[in-house]
């Protein structure tokens, strides 16, 4: 079976016209590219709220650390102290006030970072979903992939995810259909 490429109805691609590996042509309409963005978009939402549960543990730690008597927490850190090996032991010994004071000092900054490294993800493929807000997509997509920041990326699927989000956001067909 043949085909006439300069067929008005014809699938073929017209000469000049781009065409894919398969020999589809590449018509950019709002259904095709809503179709490339959906699925990195569900990914980020997905990655997002992988990121929110451990915000949530992050959160009961912090509240647990503030809530608990600083005598109590002293006797915890110690037995974490001793289980250590002895070069990476504290060589000066804190006060239990200090310790809790050390403990919240760290637990509640690393909470809130946790806290905006999950809304990021979950937000910018929310907005990635109804093609707005392509800046906040694009700040998903890379909090999502770097894995200092996005808790699943060092399991390789924040990261994955990510940067797959970044390819199809970075394609200047996909950045034109945003509002």
Known sequence: MSYDPYDPGSDAPRPGEPYDYFDKPLRDDAATIKGRVQAPAIGLIVVGILNLFFALYMIVNA??????PADKLKVQQDQIYEALPPSMRDPEKKTAGEMK????????????????ASILPLVGGIRMLSLKSYALGLCGAIAAAIPCISVTACCGLGEGIGIWALVVLLNADVKSAFR
Do not use: D, E, H
């Open 63 to 68: 509240v647990i650390t503030t809530v608990m």
């Open 101 to 116: 004071m050390q403990a919240m000092l760290i637990n509640w900054p690393w909470t809130l970072f946790a806290i905006v």
